[in-house]
Nanobody, 115 residues
Framework: VQLQASGGGLVQAGGSLRLSCAAS????????MGWYRQGPGNQRELVAS???????NYADSVRGRFTISRDNAKNTVYLQMNSLKLEDTDVYYC??????????WGQGTQVTVSS
């Protein structure tokens, strides 16, 4: 199993970034996909998730600014992040859960929002 995340970087406050995470060699198919973030000394927290049928869930802090989507044909999940704030600075991790309940994490991609 391999999760390849990309799209992080440095952006000014108010700007946008789009994260992508492509999953390969997933056995038994993919159920839920999501994005989490974690800062130094903090617990990893949910940003957004999407089920296999397209139901989405967002953290209150990002609702209305971030949009999660997935392309099932490509086994890829995206996170469109708009109106970025300084407090969105973190390492972002993608998470995939297969249909047997096994959980896989991507390697993390840094998002830095500057003033």
């Amino acid at each position: 199993v391999q999760l390849q995340a990309s799209g992080g970087g440095l952006v000014q406050a108010g700007g946008s970034l789009r994260l992508s995470c492509a999953a390969s060699r997933i056995i038994f198919g993919i159920n839920d996909m999501g994005w989490y973030r974690q800062g130094p000394g903090n617990q990893r927290e949910l940003v957004a998730s999407v089920t296999s049928v397209g139901s989405t869930n967002y953290a209150d802090s990002v609702r209305g600014r971030f949009t999660i989507s997935r392309d099932n044909a490509k086994n890829t999940v995206y996170l469109q992040m708009n109106s970025l704030k300084l407090e969105d600075t973190d390492v972002y991790y993608c998470k995939v859960v297969n249909r047997r309940g096994s959980v896989y994490w991507g390697q993390g991609t840094q998002v830095t929002v500057s003033s």
